[in-house]
């Protein structure tokens, strides 16, 4: 109730951000909610909204921890010279959650008609001096994008379908 969605169809593919040029010069000057559509989440979007706002974003990503630990020991060497060793460590990176909140000033920063996804929208904003920021979420956050991972959530649709209760 109260959401009002768009829908944008292409004569060609133009990417994740190149269809958003279509949006541009209507009224409206709210900021644009976009998300990947193979994402299932409870994201709180009210809070996103208010970090975007509270800090000036121009555009923000919401983002998630993603850990990956190597099975080995991983050494740093110099040349031939080992200089330490670090035993199946756990590294810790921030993903793209696929869910983005965009100020309707960065539509004139995508092309007309060109394939341009929200990597290059980011990457050009930045390279204009423009404030990127992240939101880090925390919620349930499934990317059912490859065939495997949307295969686990239907055979295991009991765990997932707590999302809602979330």
Not at 38 to 60: S, V, Y
């Amino acid at each position: 109730p109260g959401v009002q969605t768009n829908m944008i169809r292409e004569e060609n593919p133009l990417g994740t951000a190149g269809c958003l040029k279509a949006l541009q010069g209507e009224p409206d000057d709210r900021p644009l909610f976009i998300m990947n559509g193979d994402i299932l989440t409870t994201i709180d979007f009210k809070a996103m909204l208010e970090w975007h706002t509270g800090h000036d974003n121009t555009l923000t990503v919401a983002c998630r921890q993603y850990s990956f630990q190597v099975p080995y020991g991983v050494l740093e060497t110099d040349d031939q010279r080992l200089i330490s060793i670090r035993e199946k460590p756990i590294y810790f990176f921030n993903i793209n959650a696929g869910i983005y909140l965009v100020e309707r000033e960065a539509l004139a920063y995508i092309p007309e008609g060109v394939y341009f996804d929200m990597t290059d929208l980011i990457e050009a904003l930045n390279d204009a001096g423009l404030k990127v920021g992240t939101f880090p979420i925390t919620e349930p956050w499934i990317d059912i994008g490859q065939h495997e991972d949307y295969e686990r959530v239907n055979r295991e649709s009991h765990r997932y379908l707590s999302l809602e209760a979330s």
